[in-house]
Structures are given as C-alpha cells and as structure tokens.
C-alpha cells in the first residue's frame, strides 16, 4: 500500500521561512517523479513544484518561484519543500504526490498525501 506523509507545516510570520516533507513508503521511490500541489479554502488545487525521479529536473509555479525549492533524498524516500520569504497567500494546506513523470496537472500524478497546514500571518 502506498502511503505519502507530510510533516512540517504550521504558523509563520510574512517573511519567514519553513520547509515541508513528504516520507514515501509502499512504492519504489526512485522510480517517480514527486510533486508539491496546494489548496487554499474555496480554490482550485495548485501546482507548486515537481522533481524529477533523480532530481534533474524541476519545475516551479509561477506565484512560487525564486522563494520555494524542492528537493528529494533517494535513500531516505523523502522528498522536501523549502519556502522562504512566504507571504500570507501562501496559506494553505500542502499536498505531496508521485507520478510517472514530472507535470503541473493534478491528473499526472497517482498517489497523493493527506496533506499538510501551512499558515502565513501578516
């Protein structure tokens, strides 16, 4: 059974900095792309950044870029995501997911987490 975990979310003030994780166990960790999707209270799922199985490519949403990095541990089956200079719209529960490949689409992606509270106060 596939499980995806994510830990780290919580309250920081504008300009802070925090970094989520994602712990992956019941799949073949090295062999999916992993990606960080977010979802705020009465919007959308939104993309926010995906990585390549070993990491060699990554992409970004645009509203995080530059602040937000995303990166994975192969051996610990571990996938990170660091936000620095978070902004109240930042807010929102984060959701990581493994796929085949790396995509922006919420459809590219087979297994997701139950997610994880990130809150930006002003």
């Known amino acids: 059974q596939v499980q995806l975990v994510e830990s780290g979310g919580g309250l920081v003030q504008a300009g802070g900095s925090l970094r989520v994780s994602c712990a992956a166990s019941?799949?073949?960790?090295?062999?999916?792309?992993m990606a960080w999707f977010r979802q705020a209270p009465e919007k959308e799922r939104e993309f926010v950044a995906a990585i390549s199985n070993f990491g060699i490519r990554r992409l970004y949403g645009e509203s995080v870029k530059g602040r937000f990095t995303i990166s994975r541990d192969n051996a610990k089956n571990t996938v990170y995501l660091q936000m620095n200079s978070l902004k109240p719209e930042d807010t929102a529960v984060y959701y990581c997911?493994?796929?085949?490949?790396?995509?922006?689409?919420?459809?590219?992606?087979?297994?997701w987490g139950q997610g994880t509270q990130v809150t930006v106060s002003s």
């Open positions: 019941g799949l073949t960790f090295r062999s999916y792309a």
């Open positions: 997911a493994a796929g085949l490949t790396v995509a922006q689409g919420v459809s590219g992606y087979n297994y």
